[in-house]
């Protein structure tokens, strides 16, 4: 979801955002295993969105970026990084 000229992004998304591409380029995990993981937490974005939102060119509702935070932490997790 592209923000409309004249709008700003909140604060907290915005870095919630930039938490997670951060994450995505200095991770090992490919944007299909991510995307996989987090569909599978009932995430409802499809991968070309998910792949926007981790390049920060795009945003997620709400809801879709937690499910997306839990399935970063919980892949960290499974592979001992975190």
């Not at 937490?41 to 839990?70: M, S």
Request: hydrophobic fraction near 40%; charged fraction near 25%; glycine fraction near 14%.
């Amino acid at each position: 979801m592209m923000v409309p000229e004249g709008h700003e992004i909140e604060p907290w998304a915005a870095e919630q955002r930039r938490t997670a591409a951060t994450w995505f380029r200095e991770g090992s995990a490919g944007l299909g295993k991510v995307w996989m993981y987090f569909y599978g937490l009932g995430g409802e974005a499809d991968e070309l969105t998910l792949d926007a939102y981790l390049h920060e060119l795009g945003g997620l509702p709400p809801l879709q970026a937690r499910l997306l935070a839990i399935a970063m932490r919980e892949m960290d997790s499974e592979s001992g990084d975190g």
